[in-house]
């Protein structure tokens, strides 16, 4: 017999991977957004501007490869990114059909700023959630890219 407060029943389908991780991602997407809002970013956008940061001048593949996104999601982010100034797409001067993506000085100012937010944000998922348990959904997550290889 189930325990009046389960949130199974005994009928209940097999609990989805897919649905869970989803779901969990909603919520910690809403913590970060939050944050980040302050300085006016979105949680996609600092994250494209993070993978920059830390990998220098480099190609849209480059940071499709880091944050395992597909370049239609990637250009979608990069267009506001450009468009707002944050970042300089310029053409490679070794391939000139490639494109250079780095930070603009607004966007390293930005990025300084968001690193700010998200830095509290990181805060309080894992003052909320533990160490232990923010610790295992970074090496869940890092076991899932590694195992099943990237969909792009």
């Known amino acids: ?26 919520v910690i997407n809403h913590v970060y957004n939050r944050h980040l809002a302050e300085c006016g970013l979105s949680v996609s956008q600092f994250s494209v501007m993070r993978a920059m940061h830390y990998a220098g001048t480099c190609t849209s593949q480059v940071i499709q490869d880091i944050l395992v996104l597909d370049q239609t999601t990637l250009s979608r982010n990069l267009k506001k990114l450009v468009s707002d100034g944050m970042v300089v797409m310029k053409e490679d001067k070794g391939d000139r059909r490639r494109k250079l993506l780095s930070l603009s000085a607004k966007g390293k100012i930005m990025f300084s700023a968001g690193e700010k937010q998200w830095k509290l944000a990181q805060n309080e998922m894992r003052e909320t959630l533990g ?12 076991a899932i890219v590694g195992k099943c290889g990237t969909p792009i």
Request: with cysteine; aromatic share 0%; charged share 25%.
């Open 1 to 26: 017999m189930l325990k009046e407060n389960s949130p199974v029943s005994p009928m209940a389908p097999e609990p989805c991977l897919n649905l869970s991780l989803r779901k969990a991602d909603r």
């Open 131 to 142: 160490n232990s348990i923010a610790d295992q959904i970074i090496e869940l997550s890092d």
